[in-house]
């Protein structure tokens, strides 16, 4: 892979890292409890909990991607895991 593009594809990467940080608040937004309705408080926290995990995950393979894909952007090899 030519390292312009492992470069600009390590920093869309991270651009999907700051996507899924904007959907995740999206949705806790969503899933509050208000005085005029909403989801009871506890269940808007196992909402959270769960769409919070599932970002987490995402992010972080993101984030791993991203470095190995910045480690070929300056011409070393893919580091092992």
């Not at 869309?12 to 940080?21: H, P, Q, S």
């Amino acid at each position: 892979m030519p390292p312009k593009i492992a470069r600009l594809a390590a920093f869309g990467a991270f651009g999907v890292c700051a996507v899924l940080i904007v959907i995740w608040a999206y949705v806790a937004w969503l899933s509050r409890h208000t005085s005029l309705g909403g989801m009871l408080p506890i269940m808007s926290v196992v909402a959270w909990i769960a769409t919070g995990l599932i970002a987490l995950a995402l992010i972080g393979v993101h984030v791993y991607v991203a470095k190995q894909l910045f480690y070929i952007a300056n011409g070393d090899e893919p580091r092992e895991i």
